[in-house]
């Protein structure tokens, strides 16, 4: 997301900040595209209002283009090309919006979380579905998933640097993540 954002605007921190902008930009309108198409264009206003001045927060790293800002936007059009796919019966959109969800996970791995909330999401709007149509919604929607990440492991393995890239994603961030016992975990949330 960076090397796009440096792309586009210049390797610069105003560069970054002007990045982080435009997908914060875009993130307002896709949780207004939602809210409205969930509830009502009241409730898009205020959610995407909403979001729009607590993604500013410095409690959030707001200001400073952090993983978290990039993680969101793949994830809500993915979310939104979701819905379409189940109301529409159109599998394009599953797998695409697979694809949001897989690139979600490529910014931050915690945003498989996301992406399990997709599988749970067709699961549920096909319950009353044949077996037959329930699995294959789901092997679309978990190919798309899964097809960002393989790619990206591929091309790292063939530029010979797929040991660090495992080391950075993988190793060490279970190691990070696990720094912390699950007890002060909910001790730090509360």
Same mark, same amino acid.
């Given at each position: ?16 900040? %002007? ?33 729009? @001045?607590?993604?500013?927060? $410095?409690? @959030? ?11 969101? +936007? ?5 979310? @939104? ?28 791995? $915690?945003?498989?979380?996301?992406? +399990?909330? *997709?599988?749970?999401?067709?699961? %549920? ?22 097809? $960002? ?11 010979? @640097? ?5 080391? %950075? ?20 949330? *509360?």
């Amino acid at each position: 997301a960076y090397a796009v954002t440096e792309i586009i605007f210049g390797e610069t921190t105003r560069a970054v900040h %002007w990045g982080l902008l435009l997908i914060n930009s875009v993130t307002i309108v896709l949780i207004f595209v939602l809210a409205k198409r969930l509830f009502d264009a009241y409730s898009g206003v205020v959610a995407a209002g909403t979001y729009g @001045v607590m993604s500013l927060s $410095p409690a @959030v790293l707001g200001l400073a283009g952090h993983a978290t800002h990039f993680v969101l +936007l793949p994830v809500l059009a993915g979310i @939104v090309l979701l819905l379409r796919g189940l109301e529409s019966n159109r599998r394009k959109y599953l797998f695409l919006g697979g694809i949001l969800f897989g690139l979600g996970m490529l910014m931050k791995q $915690p945003a498989i979380f996301f992406a +399990l909330f *997709a599988i749970v999401i067709v699961l %549920w709007k096909n319950r009353k579905d044949t077996k037959k149509n329930i699995l294959s919604n789901v092997s679309i929607l978990f190919t798309g998933i899964v097809l $960002p990440y393989g790619i990206t492991c591929l091309l790292l393995a063939a530029a010979g @640097v797929f040991d660090r890239f495992w080391f %950075w994603t993988m190793t060490y961030a279970g190691t990070y993540g696990s720094q912390i016992p699950l007890e002060g975990g909910v001790e730090l949330l *509360a």
